[in-house]
């Protein structure tokens, strides 16, 4: 045989320079996929139907003679078996959705992970499908979720398709996560939005600030970003020491922001969220703007690069690993048959103070707080 000197990547076509034959391995893929249940059960010597419930929930039934006897021949066959066939057939595919309006915002990256951890521990899969704000976007994946045959949902989106929600739901558990969609009656999990922008307000008072802008994405109809405004002007009306105005991102920042900088006083910048505080520490740093000493800034959520910024940004941490963790609890316990009124899991946020609303010592500054929105 004439050896190889050089071939092909499988995987990104590139020259490969090893020399030889490449390692062979018993079975290959192809061969995996032709080995059938009833070549195991023939090489262990067992029924077919034995075969069935070792690799499905009956194990227990078998003797641990033949549980062996089957393993073995799993092993020595390279047997797969094609569990999504199988859920199909018992009508189970142990498959979870899960809607997301961007993918890219680092809320819901977080609250997929706890998720998508939770479904494992539980012997579930998860089918993620990013809409990408895009209403269009959002019909087709409720559509193909739907031929997945997917056993129950979890949405973070506007819902601006409520006819296909609801058909989902009256088949299958659905629950919200940050969002509500009316009239969807389900559970909902998310952030104590009034108690987080009243830790907010409070920590920027007692601070030294006394000029508060929250900054947020636009609303456009989500309610955890309306329960943050409604709450933040509540705050502010109670407070009669300090002054406060809302600006969302769609407005020009940047001389929004110049305006701001501009007043008299210790000045804060309350974000709603990683994209709000993204653009704002942006826009701050391109206006010239000596962080933290011109201006507070306090964010919800703390992301990654927050103690990179300066002496590091002061944030509101949200559980979003629990928040993930505890949609899909409340998802297995409908799976399970519970019957009981819809129930909403709002959790408290972390404090974590960095020196980004530390006011120097004797200086009369504004603080901008930047109010932080999920998604």
């Known amino acids: 045989m004439k050896p190889v000197s050089a071939g092909l990547c499988e995987r990104c076509n590139h020259t490969s320079n090893k020399k030889g034959p490449s390692t062979v391995t018993p079975f290959s893929a192809a061969q995996r996929s032709r080995v059938t249940m009833l070549d195991v059960a023939e090489r262990a010597g067992v029924s ?13 039934l078998l003797s641990d003679a033949i549980a062996q006897r089957i393993e073995q021949a799993i092993s020595e066959l390279g047997y797969r078996p094609n569990q999504m066939a199988r859920g199909l057939k018992r009508g189970r595919t142990r498959l979870i959705g899960m809607l997301v309006a961007d993918i890219r915002n680092p809320y819901s990256i977080a609250v997929m992970h706890g998720v998508e951890t939770a479904c494992r521990q539980h012997g579930y899969s998860l089918v993620v499908c990013n809409t990408d704000r895009c209403d269009e976007q959002e019909r087709l994946h409720l559509a193909a979720l739907r031929s997945y045959n997917i056993e129950g949902l979890i949405v973070n989106t506007l819902g601006h398709h409520l006819d296909q929600l609801l058909e989902l739901q009256a088949e299958m558990p659905l629950v919200l ?13 998310g952030l104590d939005n009034p108690a987080a922008v009243r830790m907010a307000v409070e920590h920027l008072q007692q601070q030294g600030y006394r000029d508060v802008l929250l900054v947020s994405e636009a609303v456009d109809g989500t309610s955890s970003r309306l329960e943050r405004l409604d709450s933040f002007h509540a705050e502010i009306a109670q407070r009669p020491a300090l002054t406060g105005k809302v600006l969302e991102l769609d407005a020009d920042l940047h001389s929004h922001l110049q305006t701001f900088l501009e007043k008299p006083g210790p000045r804060a910048v309350f974000c709603a969220n990683g994209v709000a505080a993204l653009a704002c520490a942006s826009a701050l740093k391109a206006l010239g703007c000596t962080l933290f000493d011109d201006v507070g800034l306090i964010a919800l959520d703390d992301l990654d690069w927050y103690p990179l910024v300066g002496n590091g940004i002061t944030a509101l941490a949200q559980p979003t690993e629990a928040i993930g963790a505890s949609a899909f609890d409340c998802l297995l316990k ?3 048959g519970d019957t009981a009124p819809t129930r909403r899991l709002d959790f408290l946020p972390q404090l974590i103070i960095r020196g980004s609303t530390q006011l120097p010592v004797g200086a009369g500054l504004p603080a901008i707080a930047v109010y932080q929105t999920k998604q």
């Open 48 to 60: 077919k139907a034995s075969v069935s419930r070792f690799i499905g929930d009956d194990r227990a």
């Open 177 to 189: 996560v940050d969002r509500k969609v009316e009239p969807l009656h389900s559970d909902l999990v």
């Open 334 to 336: 409908r799976l399970r």
